[in-house]
């Protein structure tokens, strides 16, 4: 069982920023594939950022430019850098890494107010 708990959503004003984490409870080194995804109000889950093992990123083109994904082995964590926000950004956002199968976290809610 891998639980992986999200933290750092909120409400923010468009134009802001906001930081989210995703600590991960097992060794980042033997992860192959992590990232985020985001499911808005009444939508399917879309897949936001992703991060290899290498270190190589990968964007979906509404946020490239605006978001950074990064991880951080030493500390088990995988961050969301989120700048520029805008209201279509509002969504639950979600965390997962994929270990044997995908796991997932239980999501945390961004809102972003116009």
């Known amino acids: 069982q891998v639980q992986l708990v999200e933290s750092g959503g909120g409400l923010v004003q468009a134009g802001g920023s906001l930081r989210l984490s995703c600590s991960v409870p097992?060794?980042?080194?033997?992860?192959?594939?992590m990232g985020w995804y985001r499911q808005a109000s009444g939508k399917q889950r879309e897949p936001v950022a992703t991060?290899?093992?290498?270190?190589?990123?990968n964007y979906s083109d509404s946020v490239k430019s605006r978001f950074t994904i990064s991880r951080d082995n030493a500390k088990r964590t995988i961050y969301l850098q989120m700048n520029s926000l805008k209201p279509e950004d509002t969504a639950v956002y979600y965390c997962?890494?994929?270990?044997?199968?995908?796991?997932w976290g239980q999501g945390t809610q961004v809102t972003v107010s116009s």
């Open positions: 097992v060794n980042m080194f033997s992860i192959n594939t």
């Open positions: 997962t890494v994929v270990w044997g199968k995908s796991w």
């Open positions: 991060i290899g093992r290498g270190g190589y990123t």
